[in-house]
């Protein structure tokens, strides 16, 4: 099994070849100082890079382009960038029209009639200061309101409920244009500002019970710890956002199907007499199934082919079958330990170790390759639960440790 395992996490690592040439580079084009285009191979590149550099992939030879050397570059299914904004800088461009809208890591910048207007996201309370400080100035609203004024009727309501985010900004500019009759292109029109992939995934849980009645959070008869290992299955969902700067971002829900057993045996030899000994046996068994609802935040970093990423969120847990059964022997002999014990007793009971609902943080880390139909990967996780339904009765700890490999659409 573990030879399997390893196989996996190599085939992630040193992926083929021609996997590795089709995620690293994408189609698109130059815009050269002249205005010529040029069509061919752009090597992809982190969001911060995208603004300083332009990589162009010829055969096996890479050139890079800075923002003086080019009018602009762009990719064939995605995002646009002209150097014609701001000198050193590639901007984004994510709207042309009567108003452009740009973009240069979190600042957006607006043109109008050839004038350039930067729109800083200063809270009003920092504005109300450098009001009394500076005299007036004004705020991105303000701005952007003065500038949609010629044509919508109530700019001051459009920009009241903006959002300093680019779905918000992309919206009014494209309304604004809209409204003047001007025709105008919108960049990365045809990509969805959310993406939902489903998946499924499996693997091993090792789920661990901590015991300390010393401590008082622990049962007297049960051992310090357990370990249960066993199989889980689930489904996840995955939401992206391809439009913005949180393209390594996405949040994930998923539902998680496992088991875990526990056993324990004790012995307890007591003198409450005299002339005879007393002995008990106890056997407890727990035997648990769980619908687990982990929900988290991945943030993925490219890793040559490969995805390197981390999450981490909150765990809700229901067991839905939870046997708690203990079997008790009682037993009596004579003073001496030599003597043979005579079982006199012997019952069962239910006990109620494990609680029904759980809630607690998790994290992990994991790979993920990108293939032409789906993704695949592989992720180790630590969950700790704290349990919510409370009794009388002390509750040893739970944590898990799972190795998932995960196959998404």
């Known amino acids: 099994m573990r030879n399997y395992w390893f196989i996996f996490l190599m085939f992630l690592i040193i992926p083929p070849a021609g996997v590795y040439a089709q995620k690293k580079h994408e189609q698109g084009y130059l815009i050269t100082k002249e205005g010529d285009t040029i069509t061919g191979t752009l090597k992809r590149q982190t969001i911060p890079e995208s603004y300083k550099a332009c990589v162009f992939v010829s055969g096996n030879t890479e050139r890079t382009y800075l923002p003086h050397e080019l009018n602009g570059y762009g990719y064939d299914q995605g995002a646009n960038f002209s150097s014609q904004l701001i000198d050193n800088f590639f901007a984004e461009t994510l709207v042309i029209g009567r108003l452009n809208l740009y973009r240069i890591f979190d600042t957006f910048y607006i043109t109008k009639d050839g004038q350039l207007y930067r729109l800083d996201n200063i809270p009003e309370n920092t504005l109300r200061n450098l009001d009394k400080t500076n005299g007036k100035r004004k705020g991105w609203r303000d701005i952007v309101s003065q500038l949609i004024s010629d044509c919508l009727p109530e700019p001051e309501k459009e920009v009241e409920s903006l959002g ?90 998923e539902l998680h199907f496992s088991r875990s057993s526990f056993t324990t045996n004790t012995l307890d030899l007591v003198s409450n007499a005299t002339t005879t000994l007393h002995q008990e046996y106890i056997r407890s068994e727990i035997d648990l199934t769980t619908l687990s ?95 919510m339904d409370h009794n009388n009765i002390a509750t040893p700890e739970f944590n898990r440790i799972t190795l998932n490999l995960i196959v998404q659409l």
């Open 293 to 387: 609802l982990p929900v988290s935040v991945k943030y993925t970093i490219p890793f040559n082919a490969t995805g390197l990423f981390f999450q981490g969120g909150l765990n809700v847990e229901f067991n839905i079958k939870n046997d708690g059964k203990q079997r008790v022997e009682r037993s009596t002999s004579g003073f001496y330990e030599t003597d043979r014990f005579e079982v006199y007793n012997t019952y069962y009971e239910e006990i109620a170790i494990a609680g029904n609902n759980y809630l607690g943080p998790w994290g992990g880390l994991g790979l993920q390759r990108n293939f032409t139909q789906f993704n695949a990967g592989m992720t180790v996780r630590y969950y700790y639960l704290f349990r």
């Open 164 to 253: 300093y985010m680019e779905n918000h900004l992309v919206e009014l500019v494209t309304k604004y244009n809209t409204c003047q009759g001007w025709e105008y292109t919108e960049y990365k029109e045809d990509l969805p500002w959310i993406k939902f992939n489903f998946g499924l995934l499996t693997g091993v849980n090792s789920t661990s019970i901590r015991n300390n009645p010393e401590e008082g959070d622990g049962i007297v008869y049960m051992d310090e710890s357990y370990t249960s290992v066993n199989p889980a299955f689930g489904i996840l969902a995955s939401a992206t956002f391809p439009r913005t700067t949180a393209k390594r971002m996405s949040l994930d829900g």
